[in-house]
């Protein structure tokens, strides 16, 4: 009876194995999407996070997601990014009614040296889209942004942070890279300055992306403090595209990305 538990226990042994080396080779990993959903996913993650090797100098990056179209704090967020001299080393994704219904708002980002992200057009859950429509969502969005910028989008944050596989297979095709945060302020919650600034200045490390809305109702007190008390650490501000690779790297389980070179 030993012997025979024993080859029991032994078989269904190699049967685990033989599943974990399975799961290992097609990159099979499990993503978070929206707050309490997740999906089986058997392709890259989004970037969530930039391997700290990867930057000189302590670096984060710094988004807002441009959604509320009757939001007058736009051009005030602008202007204390220009106070700040920090304009040029900011990503904002937009959608694509917002571009629609301020043009002059987006081409004075453009040419105050914002870095453009694409957010969608209409800010649905993707994950709940069959491809036609994902690929329209995406694709009427860049060819808006390009007529400004006359640069081919790279970046792409999906609303609600909801990524499947069809998503990112969708952006593979594309040529784009899909962008999340690992350092969410929850500035929508109607949380203080302080606290939105007080998330920044004690979660962000070297490679962090933070996300912030631009409807926050304190998004303005924010702002300044956590930019002066990161610059004194000795972090800089810098765009997606300076930091993030193109090529030659992985992403890890947490969402991080790392180089192979």
């Not at 109607?190 to 004690?202: L, M, P, Q, Y």
């Amino acid at each position: 009876q030993v012997t025979i538990l024993i080859n029991y226990i032994t078989e269904h042994i190699k049967s685990l194995l033989f599943i974990i080396l399975f799961i290992n080779n097609i990159r099979t990993k499990f993503q978070r999407i929206g707050r309490n959903k997740f999906v089986f996913h058997t392709v890259e993650f989004a970037i969530k996070s930039i391997s700290d090797g990867l930057a000189v100098q302590m670096s984060v990056i710094a988004s807002f997601n441009i959604v509320f179209i009757q939001c007058v704090q736009n051009m005030s967020i602008l202007q204390i990014l220009v106070n700040c001299r920090i304009v040029q080393k900011y990503n904002f994704f937009l959608v694509g009614f917002w571009i629609d219904k301020y043009p002059e708002e987006t081409k004075y980002l453009v040419e105050h040296g914002i870095e453009i992200g694409n957010h969608s057009d209409s800010h649905p859950d993707l994950t709940q889209k069959g491809k036609k429509v994902v690929e329209r969502e995406i694709i009427s969005v860049n060819d808006r942004i390009e007529k400004f910028t006359n640069q081919k989008v790279q970046f792409f944050r999906a609303p609600f942070g909801a990524y499947n596989n069809q998503l990112m297979e969708i952006l593979e095709d594309l040529n784009m890279q899909g962008i999340q945060w690992d350092v969410d302020t929850l500035d929508w919650k109607g949380i203080s300055g302080k606290d939105i600034a007080n998330k920044v200045i004690n979660k962000a490390k070297n490679g962090s992306i933070v996300l912030q809305h631009n409807n926050s109702d304190h998004i303005l007190e924010a702002l300044p403090i956590y930019l002066e008390e990161m610059t004194r650490q000795g972090y800089k501000f810098v765009t997606l595209s300076e930091l993030v690779l193109k090529d030659n790297y992985k992403i890890d389980s947490s969402g991080k990305q790392i180089s192979l070179g």
